[in-house]
């Protein structure tokens, strides 16, 4: 990792004030953060002493949606197939039947993995786009306002295509 350090390090100029780059500096930091902890300290009082940032605590949080989303995804496929099986019908319509026929599966409410795929394909396309427009627009905004990219649109990103009818019209 040390010479990814001094990469960093050594590109750092090109994104300070008066670099060639800099109005791309919070995309600079924010994958020199992500990579290493900053070395910025307190140099006033601090009340809290603990070695957890903004940035660590949001990927914590990224990380402790992981089961909520892995639930949703196989509550969404279970009442599809739910709905399904009682209809007589085997595939759902559309994309989401062409992929799900391809795979192999049927609507089958017993069956967990076709439960969990089948949500995969409400959810997956939600998640996506919800993440590219927070994330497109972070980096905008950041860059425009020469701030530092939080990392709060992935929180957001992951929470609201949670929050969605996973038959939102497209």
């Known amino acids: 990792m040390k010479p990814l350090r001094q990469l960093l390090d050594k590109m750092h100029p090109l994104f300070t004030k008066g670099g ?4 791309f500096y919070p ?3 924010a994958g020199d953060t992500f990579l290493y902890t900053p070395g910025e300290i307190t140099h006033g ?8 940032d903004l940035k660590r ?15 949703a995804m196989w509550n969404t496929g279970y009442q599809a197939n739910l709905v399904l099986d ?6 759902p319509e559309g994309w989401r039947g062409a992929v799900f026929s ?21 959810f997956v396309p939600l998640f996506l786009v919800s ?12 860059c425009i306002r020469n701030h530092e ?13 949670l929050t969605l009818p996973p038959t939102l019209p497209w």
């Open 102 to 122: 391809a795979i192999g599966l049927t609507a089958n409410p017993d069956n967990h993995l076709a439960n969990l795929l089948l949500g995969a394909l409400y």
């Open 20 to 23: 060639k780059l800099e109005p």
């Open 57 to 71: 605590m949001m990927i914590t949080v990224v990380a402790a949606l992981g089961p909520c989303i892995l639930m």
């Open 27 to 29: 995309l600079y930091e």
């Open 45 to 52: 009082p601090s009340h809290v002493r603990d070695a957890l």
């Open 131 to 142: 993440n590219i427009a927070g994330g497109l627009c972070e980096v905008i905004f950041s």
């Open 86 to 91: 009682a209809g007589g019908v085997s595939v």
């Open 149 to 161: 990219i939080n990392e709060g649109f992935l929180v957001t990103g992951m929470l609201y295509p």
